[in-house]
């Protein structure tokens, strides 16, 4: 009797073990290397409070660049998380950059009362920073390292404060 | 020590299976249901490392939709009529399997009208009745469709609007494909239903 419940005990601890691996596996960071590591092409456009930033200017310093918009169902999911890894390591001379392709400051001002945060949301209104970029679908994600190549890039929403996306992108810091 | 069962084997086997997978997989790539909050039905391709999801848009979400975003009556109107599903395509392969690209100009519609093909980002304009639209109202449906063309590595997933060009109410089949690499892969959905133009009543 002792050794069946015995057996049952480790059953239920391996069932619980094998649903963590897969749960573990489905979240499992994903950012993927960019071939080549491009130049990042640079831009100047106006964020919310109206301070320009230029991409160039941020040479030396990782950079995360979101292009987002309101209405994109998996780009107000990750919006959260972004803000979370931004807090995380916003004293780690890592930047956070959002670009809201389209829209106007009305519909981000309404957008930002439920999603708050408190890295720069930049504005392409007319779509033509987007355009330089290699994106074909919102969110698409960039890590860009000190030198200005683009490392990583992600299509669809991430956990940007998983430990392994963090450690992935505090590493490009010391990269040579 | 009594000797373990092959019940409990068995049991143990199942357990593994359920929580890996396996057995969902075994009942079939196509998965159909009802969205509980809104009542819309959905298609789902779950197979071959890839998903890919159709969910019904009601014609009046879609107008409502475009024409918050800047676009004339009779344009907003051409849009939603013309059989528009909410859809997201995932790359769900382990990442060791490398990337997948789509084309959606290479899927084929089957209905009662015969084979069509997708209206496609680049094929929208086409479809306007008047060709004059507002840049942002552009924009706005540029980027809120599917990518026409699109490389997904393992975890990448887009959202995106898919247009059929079908009346609401309509029925048809898709056959779509993807490739890995060289290989190409087919997948397909049927007896798709393009959601009808209904206008709900108030609640009391």
Not at chain 1, 106 to 115: G, L, M, Q, R, W
Not at chain 1, 131 to 136: E, I, K, L, M, S
């Amino acid at each position: 009797m002792i050794s069946k419940r015995l057996l049952q005990v480790v059953i239920a601890l391996w069932a619980v073990f094998a649903l963590h691996e897969v749960i573990a596996q489905q979240q499992e960071p994903l950012l993927h290397e960019v071939p080549e590591r491009p130049a990042a092409p640079d831009f100047s456009i106006e964020d919310m409070d109206g301070v320009v930033h230029t991409l160039s200017a941020y040479r030396g310093k990782v950079v995360i660049l979101n292009f987002w918009a309101t209405w994109c169902p998996p780009c107000r999911e990750e919006m959260p998380a972004m803000e979370r890894a931004w807090q995380m390591l916003r004293r780690e001379d890592i930047v956070m950059l959002a670009v809201n392709v389209g829209e106007d400051e009305d519909s981000i001002f309404e957008f930002t009362a439920s999603y708050p945060v408190e890295f720069p949301l930049l504005l392409d209104r007319e779509s033509a920073v987007i355009r330089d970029w290699p994106v074909r679908g919102l969110p698409t994600t960039f890590v860009i390292d000190p030198q200005g190549k683009i490392v990583y890039r992600a299509i669809g929403g991430r956990d940007w404060d998983a430990p392994g996306v963090l450690q992935k992108i505090r590493a490009l810091k010391s990269r040579p | 020590m009594k000797p373990v069962s092959t019940v409990l084997i068995q049991r143990l086997l199942f357990i593994t299976l359920l929580i890996s997978g396996t057995v969902a997989a075994a009942t079939g790539p196509v998965n159909t249901g009802v969205v509980p909050e809104t009542g819309l039905r959905f298609w789902e391709w779950n197979a071959r490392g890839v998903l890919f999801r159709l969910t019904q848009r009601l014609p009046d979400q879609t107008r409502a939709y475009f024409m918050a975003r800047g676009f004339d009556n009779e344009n907003a109107e051409s849009i939603a009529t013309r059989c528009v599903f909410q859809s997201m395509f995932k790359n769900i392969a382990e990442q060791g399997d490398g990337a997948v690209s789509i084309d959606l100009d290479t899927w084929r519609i089957h209905s009662a009208g015969g084979e069509t093909r997708m209206i496609t980002r680049e094929k929208w304009p086409e479809n306007f009745v008047n060709p004059e639209v507002a840049k942002a109202a552009a924009i706005a449906l540029e980027w809120s469709l599917l990518p026409t063309r699109q490389v997904y590595a393992p975890g990448d997933y887009n959202w995106g609007m898919t247009g059929y060009g079908l009346k609401p109410g309509k029925v048809f089949d898709l056959d779509f494909s993807w490739k890995r690499g060289d290989k190409v892969f087919q997948g397909y959905l049927k007896s798709v239903e393009c959601a009808p133009d209904i206008h709900p009543d108030p609640q009391p």
